[in-house]
């Protein structure tokens, strides 16, 4: 994993009043008045595949939104094993644990090239009592990254290798008509977050293209022929 200075990531300040994905993100409901009381400036940060944006443990100042990529969430065992815990996807909020405690439960780090916001947890705790509509937007996230981590667990945790690879295209495809494209990231990666060796998913993806399932496997991207079929493939039972 890269560490990146912000310097080198910084990309200026973010207008949030006309953030072209505001309508799914923190500040969603909030008006011309509640923007009025931002007085501190919010990051627009680039980072590049595999960069690290924050370790577990290191003191929990910020709040992100994902603009667009994609970012894992890793939790470092005691023993020193990892595990990936969530997959971060656009829109999404991440570091919601800054708003509890001092430290990161987690590690985030990229998955892809990515665009981020980076919000001082100071705006969201002065601006969250005073306006209830970034609070009710904070529960509303909040809610989501629990249902998100609780069905990545019994998504991609069960069944054999192969249907639980369908669903996590399914998570993460771009759909055109009944073909898609899915992004694929490193093995390893893919085998922390299905806890299983990344020699598995590379014999899952081979046995998913010569069924048909999946076809054009890169270092970066599959194809889907049919939606349909992946979908079908992906309720097959274990």
Not at 14 to 20: G, I, L, Y
Not at 24 to 34: M, Q, T
Not at 205 to 231: C, T, Y
């Amino acid at each position: 994993m890269k560490t990146i200075e912000i310097k080198s990531a910084w990309q200026g300040n973010s207008d949030c009043n006309a953030c072209s994905i505001r309508s799914s993100v923190l500040f969603a409901e909030l008006n011309e008045e509640d923007f009025s009381k931002i007085h501190e400036p919010i990051d627009d940060l680039r980072f590049e595949a595999n960069s690290g944006i924050y370790t577990q443990g290191d003191a929990a100042d910020y709040v992100y939104t994902l603009r667009d990529g994609y970012i894992k969430l890793l939790h470092i065992n005691s023993d020193g094993s990892g595990r990936i815990v969530r997959l971060v996807v656009p829109g999404d909020l991440f570091g919601m644990e800054a708003l509890l405690g001092d430290t990161y439960t987690h590690s985030a780090a990229a998955l892809s090239n990515i665009h981020l916001c980076r919000i001082p947890k100071r705006i969201i705790s002065s601006l969250g009592e005073e306006s209830p509509r970034l609070h009710r937007q904070i529960v509303k996230k909040w809610g989501e990254a629990l249902a998100q981590s609780e069905s990545w667990f019994s998504e991609i945790n069960t069944g054999r290798i192969e249907v639980r690879l369908a669903r996590f295209f399914l998570r993460v495809a771009k759909v055109s008509g009944d073909m898609a494209v899915a992004p694929l990231f490193k093995r390893e990666d893919m085998g922390l977050m299905m806890d299983v060796k990344f020699e598995t998913i590379s014999r899952a993806l081979a046995s998913m293209a010569d069924q048909g399932v999946i076809s054009n496997v890169s270092r970066l991207s599959i194809q889907i022929p049919s939606i349909e079929k992946l979908k079908a493939f992906s309720q097959a039972s274990a």
